[in-house]
């Protein structure tokens, strides 16, 4: 287990888990991609807006954002009560008011993450992203740029929340989906709004996600001139 290193951003707080020495941020319009290294122009979005495919393009959409499904299908009759439930039944149970009697039958668990604002990079300049656009801006130093983000999202234009804070991270390339037989088993709470389709798993994205101040959050261009000094474009 990897310990995040966690930084003061104003009054504000932001962890990196493991992060690469550089990141890249690929753009299909040359014009964003000198924006953001002359002004500090970013595009900050929002898992439920990768979700939603109407408006882009099969390369950024993804339907299963923010999802997660866990199958139970019990190989031996158990009760499964308010007390004793795994962490992914446990408000299922609650909202129903009694025990379920589980028993060869499926139950679905399916998670649905709370919506985050989200900014998407890679660890490589590789082939593998060209279909994300041919304009590059290479993040050199990842501390300062983030630091300085989470600063102005927070204190400056406070569209993201201070508690819980904002993280970076790599993504995981498996399925948003798993099955057990029993629910003693110990199931791990998977990281959702870090986890991408295997298909994905040459394109190494690391991204930032931070919640929101107040709720419904949407996509939004923010200028923040401070993150120009740690990013330049590559040629």
Not at 46 to 60: C, H, K, M, N, Q
Request: hydrophobic share 40%; aromatic share 12%; net charge negative.
């Amino acid at each position: 287990m990897v310990e995040p290193l966690i930084v003061h951003a104003g009054s504000a707080k932001f962890a990196f888990v493991d992060p690469p020495g550089a990141l890249y941020k690929f753009f299909s319009d040359e014009a964003h991609a000198q924006a953001l290294v002359e002004r500090g122009e970013v595009r900050i979005g929002t898992l439920y807006d990768f979700r939603a495919i109407e408006g882009w393009d099969s390369v950024r959409g993804d339907a299963g954002e923010g999802e997660f499904t866990i199958t139970l299908e019990s190989s031996q009759p158990e009760t499964i009560t308010v007390e004793n439930a795994p962490w992914y039944l446990k408000d299922k149970i609650a909202e129903l008011g009694l025990p379920i009697f589980s028993h060869g039958g499926t139950i679905n668990a399916a998670g649905n993450y709370p919506n985050t604002y989200v900014f998407c990079a890679s660890a490589v300049q590789t082939s593998a992203l060209a279909a994300y656009g041919r304009y590059c801006v290479r993040i050199h130093d990842i501390i300062g740029f983030f630091t300085a983000l989470t600063r102005h999202l927070t204190d400056e234009i406070g569209i993201a929340a201070k508690a819980p804070f904002g993280v970076l991270g790599w993504c995981q390339y498996v399925d948003r989906s798993t099955k057990t037989t029993s629910a003693t088993a110990e199931i791990l709470e998977p990281p959702v709004p870090f986890i991408k389709k295997p298909e994905k798993r040459d394109e190494l994205e690391i991204r930032a996600i931070w919640y929101p101040a107040q709720g419904n959050p949407s996509w939004r261009i923010v200028t923040c001139p401070e993150v120009a000094a740690f990013c330049s474009r590559v040629q």
